[in-house]
């Protein structure tokens, strides 16, 4: 199975920063990755398929990069409804998910 | 617009079954897979399954063989998953979710709102 595993594990950060999200696999996934936002409660929504494509109606300070086994979510201006959890996922073999990313307000 | 609409929380005792629906509306339902994925308390998403609902051919993860059971009724656009021997590991949310296929992988566009099943005795 392909493990994904983020980093930072939680980040704090205060409204208009810039933050970047870390996901690394186990072994090469070409550009099949998603990220996900997850607010408590809620069921996550995707933000980013095939590592950098933008999700119809997601907003534009949203962007991802990346391929093979090292990718990268960038938020460029954090604003107050963007704290949550992000997780990233691969689509090359089934379907496994990272450990997210627990971003919260500094 | 796109909706799924799963079914209501369930308590269920070691070693019962749990079926949880997903009602989808707002696109042509035989055109999309419906993936399952679940959620236990504080943990990762896990992906379980597929149903492609064109045709109904499925998918599961190896960690549900033999205990994951996913069907679609067309006629409703309901998709269904059944999991059996249930132990209280199993407790979780589960959310049902919409394949968008991009060059022949999938990603998860449309979620459910979820579904907690509870095991306990």
């Known amino acids: 199975d392909i493990q994904m595993t983020q980093s930072p594990s939680s980040v704090s950060a205060s409204v208009g920063d810039r933050v970047t999200i870390t996901c690394r696999a186990s072994?090469?996934?070409?550009?099949?990755l998603a990220w996900y936002q997850q607010k408590p409660g809620k069921a996550p929504k995707l933000l980013i398929y095939?590592?950098?494509s933008l999700q119809s109606g997601v907003p534009s300070r949203f962007s991802g990069s990346g391929s093979g086994t090292d990718f990268t979510l960038t938020i460029s201006s954090l604003q107050p409804e963007d704290f949550a959890t992000y997780y990233c996922?691969?689509?090359?073999?089934?379907?496994?998910f990272g450990q997210g990313t627990r971003l919260e307000i500094k | 617009q796109v909706q799924l609409v799963q079914s209501g929380a369930e308590v269920e005792k070691p070693g019962a079954s749990v079926k949880v629906s997903c009602k989808a509306s707002?696109?042509?339902?035989?055109?999309?897979?419906i993936h399952w994925v679940r959620q236990a308390p504080g943990q990762r998403l896990e992906w379980m399954g597929w149903?492609?609902?064109?045709?109904?051919?499925?998918k599961y993860s190896q960690k549900f063989q033999g205990r994951l059971t996913i069907i679609r009724d067309t006629s409703a656009s309901t998709a269904y998953m059944e999991l059996s021997s249930l132990r209280s590991e199993d407790t979780a949310v589960y959310y049902c979710a919409r394949g968008l296929a991009v060059a022949g992988v999938f990603y998860f566009d449309y979620w459910g709102q979820g579904t907690l099943v509870t095991v306990s005795s």
């Open positions: 095939a590592a950098s």
């Open positions: 149903i492609y609902a064109g045709n109904g051919n499925t």
């Open positions: 072994q090469g996934i070409s550009s099949w």
């Open positions: 707002g696109y042509t339902f035989t055109s999309h897979a």
């Open positions: 996922q691969q689509a090359n073999s089934f379907f496994m």
